[in-house]
């Protein structure tokens, strides 16, 4: 694969994977978040995959690999499961509104993009414009977790947080180490893991939801 | 009073008899290295962590210091296992904390780089901590620890800052890298750095203002710990100030600045005069003694300043050698005496279970051996001839004096002023002592507690008698110990040693020779002054035989026809009256009288005095300090909702404005 035609689906994939952020934050129903990221995590896989055919790094297809079987099957799988077992209202209950996180959004993205214009070396050809997109994932993400209130919609802005470093990472040092790569999925998974327990154990014992602990604030 | 199984106390003598021999072979090295030849000793550690050789050396200064560690170990471990075995609490975890400490302590004292020295350090810390909170365990002892806990350890922030800041620059860990970059250091990073570090070694050696949880960790040790901790540990933290102050952070030629010098003078003179000014209105035995260890750190500081002054570079110069040769001798000595008064205090406290002087009296026949020995230290502590304490004292005087008349101008005066300063001192310290021993040992018991007092065992009278040793020793042959500080001084000052400059003939003299003129006027002869003594008492012995007229006749003191009673004896309280009185200022006395009266008001059935002092330090910074991070604590809470979401907005914010700031166009 020539390089041109790599840079040029990476910029491809970049937007399709900021617009997918983008659809998360707009989500007013919790399934179709997930379903967001589910999509956004394939197309990490995919760019990963075509990095791995630019660079001709075969640890790029082993993560693309893991991403696709974790992140966009596993992990939207195991959210799915639990928001079925506590049977809550699927509605998302923002702590802002919709539209105004749209609008935080638009200026967190034309944020990255200003801010990586000052990080020139770090662009590299073949990446493109792919550490702006980065940023504002990872941002984007963070955006997420801060601007909703219930604990499974948070998880998603992780999930979407971690595509962006992943991304981030490919981009800017043609893929880290297989072994770090692989040490931040577990990170997730865990994180996913515990985070769901607590969900289920707190809804099925107090009958209530995580945001509602700060109730027990002294 | 606690019976532990034999078996519990066999495992206690052995530890200890390890720690002696531990202690000998550690001093033996040490004489290796100070007085055998044997040049730097160095030791490469077992690689520990991926970034950093871990590795021991010896040279001149370490083994001076190491000295001083193993003298003082050996005495408590000999005095250590009937101590505990009177009355402590767990003493096997005691035995093992002290093992540990000592260990860390000369740790300290040989690390060859950074990372040694820290994780030393804070062994050392933590070691001493539970030795702290173990032996009694109440309410106020648990506070004493938290305290010093917490003092140490904004002490080891500092020291991190500093090694971090030149390991960063000289890409490792070990002494040779850090002397490379500091040698690199624009003038006022590496004063920044050097205050950085006399704050950290400071907190650790008790020098006002940082000096607060002193009084209160130290007495709350087990007595053989007091002793390692006020005699020895500070002057660890001490070593930790000539190390960076001399050696690492010192420019690669030309004087030190003078700013360091000025600072460690002020410093070293504010902590003479204020620890010895508490000290006189403690009447806790023990925490007396751990006042009077921050009136001596400022005595030893007081000779470094003086010699920071003075140094001119690599080159020699008789009198900074004279003052830091006075100095490192002041920290062998403190160690030698302040040891064997804690170990006394610890004799006393075991045999009558009290620390406060007002509910004792009456010793001195009860309690012989650790009476007369208690009176050596307190003879050497007020720095009379012909002890120990009289010579380093002495010398400091001598360069003090020359120094300033050497020096002139502003620095002339600032030595004057820590002159007088310290003759002042030094008198406080003799009327502080007067008071201590007069009070514990003299007159009538004042308690059940202090009438049944036994003397202590065998080895703890052996612990002390090893320290009263040192300090005769170290006091009538001062010539001997000048060659103990050949090795140091030079290494830090380059040029002369202090044998070739302080001695003038033989062992005898205290003096200066190839100094600047003057230097004879102020010589002393410490054996001849001894001699004379020794005639005088012999002289007064003779004459207390000479016939008499009249008869001998023994009757008990007239009081007016009443009963004499313990309670007519001069009390600790009425002694510092005085004292009270004349310096008012700096204590603020405080002082109330209840009076119980009958059915009239006339009849007094019982009066109730209490009184106090405080510690201006305490009362001016440290209530201060508390009050505002309380408010700001209080402040923060407000922005502490318990939200989820909204500590995760704080994290996105703070991503945000991080991003901001370093990706700058």
């Known amino acids: 694969m020539s390089v041109d035609l790599a840079t040029r689906l990476i910029d491809v994939l970049g937007g399709l994977l900021l617009f997918s952020t983008l659809l998360i934050l707009a989500a007013g129903q919790l399934f179709r978040a997930i379903y967001a990221v589910a999509v956004q995590s394939v197309f990490l896989a995919i760019a990963g995959a075509v990095l791995g055919a630019a660079t001709g790094n ?34 998302i209950e923002p702590v802002i509104p919709i539209n105004a996180t749209l609008g935080l959004a638009a200026g967190i993205v034309v944020l990255a993009f200003r801010l990586s214009a ?41 999930f979407a947080s971690d595509n962006g470093i992943f991304f981030t990472g490919m981009a800017v040092s043609q893929g880290m180490p297989l072994i ?7 990170d997730v998974v865990l994180g996913a893991l515990v985070m769901g327990i607590l969900v289920l154990r707190v809804r099925s014992s107090v009958d209530t939801d995580i945001a509602d602990l700060e109730d027990l604030r002294g | 009073m606690e019976v532990h199984k034999p078996s519990l106390r066999g495992a206690v003598w052995l530890a200890h008899l390890l720690i002696l021999g531990g202690a000998s072979a550690g001093a033996t090295l040490a004489l290796r290295v100070l007085i055998g030849g044997a040049g730097t000793l160095s030791l490469t550690l077992p690689r520990l962590f991926p970034f950093a050789e871990m590795s021991l050396s010896m040279d001149g200064l370490s083994a001076f210091f190491l000295l001083v560690v193993t003298l003082v170990t050996a005495a408590a471990a000999l005095y250590g296992p009937s101590y505990l075995g009177a009355h402590a609490k767990a003493p096997l975890v005691q035995t093992f904390a002290l093992g540990g400490f000592v260990a860390c302590m000369a740790g300290v004292c040989c690390a060859g780089d950074g990372l040694t020295f820290l994780l030393a350090w804070e062994g050392m810390t933590l070691a001493s901590y539970v030795l702290v ?5 109440n309410e106020e002892n648990t506070r004493a620890g938290l305290l010093y806990l917490v003092m140490a350890h904004a002490g080891t922030a500092a020291l991190l800052v500093v090694f971090l800041t030149l390991s960063a ?73 000539f190390r960076l102050g001399f050696d690492i952070l010192a420019p690669a030629d030309g004087p030190l600045p003078a700013s ?33 260890s921050v009136e001596n750190v400022g005595i030893i500081l007081i000779g470094a300043g003086l010699a920071m002054l003075l140094s001119r570079g690599r080159g020699a110069e008789p009198l900074a050698v004279l003052a830091l040769a006075a100095s490192l001798l002041h920290t062998l000595n403190h160690a030698a005496f302040k040891g064997l008064l804690f170990l006394g205090a610890g004799s006393v406290l075991s045999r009558t279970g009290v620390r406060n002087m007002e509910e004792l009296g009456g010793l001195a026949r009860r309690m012989p051996w650790t009476t007369w020995l208690f009176l050596l230290g307190a003879v050497a502590i007020s720095a009379l001839p012909p002890l120990n304490g009289f010579v380093s004292e002495w010398m400091t005087f001598q360069a003090l004096l020359l120094g300033g008349a050497k020096l002139g101008g502003a620095s002339g005066l600032l030595a004057g002023v820590a002159a007088s300063m310290l003759a002042l001192t030094g008198g406080l310290a ?21 009438e049944h007092a036994t003397e202590s065992p065998a080895p703890m009278i052996a612990g002390m008698l090893l320290l009263a040793g040192a300090c005769v020793a170290l006091g009538l042959l ?116 209840a009076r119980e009266t009958g059915p009239s008001p006339y009849v007094v059935r019982r009066l109730g005095y209490t009184g106090e002092v405080v510690d201006l330090a305490e009362t001016m910074l440290y209530t201060r300090l508390k009050r505002w991070i309380t408010a700001t604590a209080q402040g923060i809470r407000a922005y502490s909702t318990g939200r989820i979401h909204g500590y995760i907005a704080f994290v996105l914010v703070t991503l945000v404005l991080a991003l901001l700031f370093f990706a700058r166009v």
């Not at chain 1, 696709?68 to 928001?83: N, Q, S, T």
């Not at chain 2, 003799?430 to 202090?450: D, E, I, M, N, Y």
């Open chain 2, 260 to 292: 360091w010098g000025w600072t460690v003078l002020i410093v070293g003179t504010v902590s003479a005069v204020m620890g010895v000014l508490l000290a006189l209105q403690q009447h806790d035995l023990k925490r007396l003694l751990a006042f009077h």
């Open chain 2, 169 to 241: 620059r000289g890409q490792g860990f070990d002494f040779a890298a850090l002397r490379t970059a500091a040698r690199t250091l624009q003038e006022p990073t590496r004063t920044v750095l050097f205050m950085l570090a006399l704050v950290g070694f400071g907190a650790k050696a008790g020098v006002v203002p940082l000096h607060v949880w002193l009084p209160k960790a130290h007495p709350a040790a087990p007595s053989h710990a007091s002793a390692l901790m006020s005699g020895v540990m500070l002057k660890v933290a001490l070593y930790g100030i």
């Open chain 2, 133 to 137: 909170i173990i032996d009694t365990r």
């Open chain 2, 478 to 593: 001062p010539g001997y110990a000048m060659r103990l500080l050949d090795g140091p001084t030079q290494e830090l000052l380059g040029g002369l040693g202090p044998s070739a400059v302080v001695t003038a003939r033989g062992p005898l003299v205290l003096s200066g020779n190839g100094a600047a003129s003057g230097l004879e006027a102020t010589s002393i002869s410490v054996t001849a002054v001894a001699a004379l003594l020794a005639l005088l008492a012999a002289v007064a012995w003779v004459l207390r035989g000479w016939p008499r007229r009249a008869p001998r006749r023994l009757a008990p003191t007239w009081t007016c026809g009443m009963l004499p009673s313990s309670r007519f004896d001069y009390t600790a309280t009425a002694f510092a009256k005085p004292l009270r009185l004349i310096f008012a200022a700096v204590y603020r006395p405080r002082r109330a009288i």
């Open chain 1, 180 to 186: 770090i790569e692989i040490g931040v999925i577990l």
């Open chain 2, 430 to 450: 003799a009327a502080c002592f007067a008071k201590a021993f007069g009070v514990t040992f003299l007159g009538r018991p004042r308690s059940v507690h202090a």
């Open chain 1, 58 to 91: 075969p640890d790029l297809w082993i993560i693309a690999g893991i991403t696709i079987v974790v992140k966009a099957i596993l992990l939207p799988w195991l959210l799915i499961w639990v928001v079925r077992r506590i049977q809550i209202p699927r509605e």
């Open chain 1, 118 to 158: 000052s990080l020139g070396p770090v662009r590299q050809a073949i990446t493109g414009n792919a550490l702006p997109v980065g940023i504002a994932l990872i941002l984007l993400g963070v955006l997420v977790m801060a601007s909703r209130r219930k604990a499974l919609v948070q998880m998603v802005g992780l």
